[in-house]
């Protein structure tokens, strides 16, 4: 049957310390990801992009990284703090499908600790 | 720029009424979406649009829904009649492509549509 709703992974952290954020993505011939942050009550905001012919993309205190053999995305967030908080998002682009939209994950809510 | 421009920002309606929502998109973006959010499905694509022409709306759950684009700077969602399954908050978002490549797709604030 149908659950009762989508059960969001939680990663609790103290502030100060090390975030990372792991993404399985589902198609293989996908070359653009994306990481977003969503905030209670507000939309997605754009953290961090790669593009598939990269492996590590370094950011603001974020880093992505892809692995394409096992197709996995992660996020990396340096010296977490309260402000952190939020689910954050992996999207692709399932470019073979001719689609140029993103499909995304289902969220990790990332909880900092003071 | 302001950024993605939804209205209203909540919307509380009767079963059967019909519902429509807004959305500009950022100015220079020539493409446009459409996303639903449940805490049951998580982030859903309705329909996208490229220089204001729909390209794939097969995320459009039924006939009750329909979009448009009329101009470059605006774009609704409608839902006639409305369901109480229809409750999400509904996200508008606006990219470019720069040469062949994608970019990020930036998003509003979403409508907080609840039916009862």
């Known amino acids: 049957g149908e659950s009762v709703g989508l059960h969001l992974p939680t990663l609790s952290v103290q502030e100060g310390d090390n975030s990372i954020i792991n993404c399985a993505y589902s198609n293989s011939a996908s070359d653009y990801f994306i990481w977003y942050k969503q905030e209670s009550g507000k939309g997605p905001q754009f953290i961090i992009d790669?593009?598939?012919?990269?492996d590590k993309r370094q950011g603001q205190r974020v880093t992505v990284l892809l692995n394409k053999t096992v197709k996995h995305l992660s996020l990396q967030i340096a010296a977490t703090q309260p402000g952190d908080s939020a689910v954050y998002f992996c999207a692709e682009n399932m470019k073979d499908t001719g689609r140029r939209a993103l499909t995304f994950g289902s969220g990790t809510r990332l909880q900092v600790q003071p | 720029d302001a950024g993605v421009i939804q209205s209203p920002r909540h919307e509380v309606t009767e079963m059967g009424q019909e519902v429509t929502l807004r959305c500009k998109p950022i100015?220079?973006?020539?493409?446009l979406f459409w996303y639903r959010q449940t805490m049951m499905r998580g982030l859903e694509l309705l329909i996208y649009f490229n220089n204001n022409v729909p390209i794939d709306d097969s995320g459009m759950p039924e006939d009750r829904f329909s979009a448009k684009m009329p101009n470059a700077s605006f774009s609704t969602l409608k839902i006639q009649p409305s369901e109480p399954r229809d409750s999400a908050v509904y996200f508008c978002?606006?990219?470019?492509?720069?040469?062949?490549?994608?970019?990020?797709?930036?998003f509003g604030q979403g409508t907080r549509l609840t039916v009862v």
């Open positions: 790669i593009r598939s012919n990269m």
């Open positions: 978002a606006s990219s470019m492509v720069r040469g062949y490549e994608d970019t990020e797709a930036f």
């Open positions: 100015s220079g973006h020539d493409y």
